[in-house]
């Protein structure tokens, strides 16, 4: 995932070996060793839905754009491709359906308290990473210098919505659950996070980005394991992405102050 799909549009060491030719081959490998070793089997069937998912994206375009085109072409082979196909082969092929636990019970004190302090620490980071560590990082997310600024932020605001409910489907749903049955949660959350960061650095988080993500991807796992929750994590999610749409609005038109509903 980090080769192929993280450095993807990342120039490699040698020019004519490209970052994705040795994850190819490392793909290759680690899905024949486990057919080798263990023929029909979850961990086997497991590695063919990795593969999948990340052969499928390295055939997407990743990118900030939001144009109808790419939004199509994302909603087809994210949603369709990414989310829908290995549901139906982990409940048909595996016969292990992926969680979904939108719920688990009553939400504690302490789920509620995370909230808001996750939130305050999630504009803390992204303030850092905007203004300081990467100060150019907003370019990611291309938005028009002149003219109506309305229908591209509109499309920026449900845009950074989508994809983090995306993220946490993917990345926590199906690669996390789907390696926790078959290793220890450590391992596991720290595969999910090599997934998540690679996926994220490639559409649009750069320098000190995959850092920042890994990190916040190792805590949505811990998360997700203590609280059996998707709502919770989705949420937490979506309050990061409010932060992010405000620093990347605010760092086009610093001063500017848009929301979604200050129309």
């Avoid at 089997?41 to 990795?50: D, E, F, I």
């Avoid at 290995?86 to 009553?106: F, M, Q, S, T, V």
Wanted: hydrophobic share 55%; net charge positive.
């Amino acid at each position: 995932m980090a080769l192929v799909i993280g450095l993807k549009s990342h120039a490699s060491p040698w020019p004519a070996v490209p970052w994705h030719v040795p994850g190819w081959v490392a793909l290759a490998a680690g899905v024949g060793l486990a057919w080798r070793s263990e023929p029909n089997s979850r961990w086997a069937k497991t590695t063919v839905l990795l593969a999948w998912t990340i052969v499928l994206l390295f055939f997407t375009r990743i990118d900030g754009e939001t144009t109808n085109a790419h939004v199509v072409e994302l909603a087809l082979k994210l949603g369709v491709g990414v989310l829908v196909v290995p549901a139906l082969a982990a409940k048909w092929w595996l016969k292990e359906p992926l969680d979904y636990r939108w719920l688990n019970g009553r939400w504690s004190l302490r789920m509620w308290v995370w909230l808001p302090c996750g939130f305050l620490l999630a504009f803390a980071f992204m303030w850092l990473y905007f203004y300081i560590l990467t100060p150019n990082l907003h370019h990611s997310w291309p938005l028009p210098l002149t003219g109506d600024r309305s229908e591209a932020m509109w499309r920026l605001f449900w845009g950074c919505n989508f994809v983090g409910i995306w993220d946490e489907l993917a990345f926590i749903n199906f690669v996390f659950v789907l390696l926790c049955r078959s290793f220890p949660f450590r391992e596991a959350n720290l595969a999910q996070a090599v997934f998540f960061a690679s996926f994220l650095h490639e559409m649009a988080f750069v320098g000190w980005g995959p850092l920042v993500i890994f990190a916040f991807a190792l805590v949505q796992g811990l998360t997700y394991r203590r609280t059996g929750s998707l709502l919770y994590i989705v949420g937490l999610h979506l309050m990061v992405d409010s932060v992010l749409f405000y620093m990347i609005a605010n760092r086009w038109y610093p001063g500017w102050g848009w929301h979604p509903w200050g129309f």
